[in-house]
């Protein structure tokens, strides 16, 4: 009998393993690069609007010399 096949499964197998890790890798950074992505344009939108709202009720910039 020969030892060839046992070796080609066996190789089969590891470079298997080794694909679904790199998979596995590759899923999870993309996963992280998205949650990254979302929190990061969150935190954009709501320093935009709390700034809209700090600044609105602020006097016009052609008013601001008669009130000094």
């Known amino acids: 009998m020969s030892t060839l096949p046992i070796l080609q499964r066996?190789?089969?197998?590891?470079?298997?393993?080794?694909?679904?890790?790199?998979?596995?890798?590759?899923?999870?950074?993309?996963g992280c690069g998205l949650l990254f992505s979302s929190l990061l344009g969150l935190g954009i939108?709501?320093?935009a609007l709390g700034y809209a709202s700090l600044t609105a009720d602020l006097p016009s910039i052609e008013t601001l010399p008669a009130l000094l």
């Open 45 to 47: 939108i709501a320093f």
């Open 10 to 30: 066996r190789r089969e197998r590891r470079l298997q393993h080794a694909r679904s890790s790199g998979q596995r890798l590759t899923r999870t950074g993309l």
